[in-house]
């Protein structure tokens, strides 16, 4: 995976730019593009947007933790394994309102705990053989 480029956040809009249309457009980013200014862009534009809220949008997070996630029932679970781990992931979705983010009108609840996977056992090795002197 490439490093993080310093220049990322700044070419949000540059990179945009160059699509000739983004109306009814969804444009989903990691939690690197969750400034306010970025959604203001795209819903200036007519588009959508998924984000991902992290450490990074401390008022947001907060405001999102704090909903009634418990009382909101469960809309999809899964379970796999991959990369050596098993996760289960748990979906819970909410409309919004009043969220300090612009245009922002549901929110999704990812869980996803993981669990490294039991690597099978290898195989005994065959005890080694005394090695037999060869003729002199």
Not at 33 to 40: F, G, I, Q, V, Y
Not at 61 to 88: C, F, M, V, Y
Request: glycine residues 6%; aromatic residues 4%; proline residues 10%.
């Amino acid at each position: 995976m490439a490093q993080l480029d310093a220049g990322e956040i700044t070419c949000f809009r540059p990179l945009l730019e160059t699509l000739a249309d983004l109306a009814g457009l969804v444009v989903t980013s990691d939690a690197l593009h969750t400034p306010r200014e970025h959604a203001d862009y795209l819903l200036g534009h007519g588009a959508h947007y998924i984000v991902i809220v992290k450490g990074n949008q401390k008022k947001l997070r907060n405001q999102l933790k704090a909903l009634p996630w418990k009382d909101i029932p469960l809309q999809d679970r899964t379970q796999g394994t991959g990369h050596g781990r098993s996760a289960i992931r748990r979906i819970k979705d909410a409309t919004v309102n009043n969220l300090l983010f612009p245009g922002a009108t549901q929110a999704l609840q990812i869980k996803r705990p993981v669990a490294p996977t039991a690597r099978p056992a290898r195989p005994a090795r065959p005890p080694s053989r005394p090695s037999t002197p060869s003729p002199a």
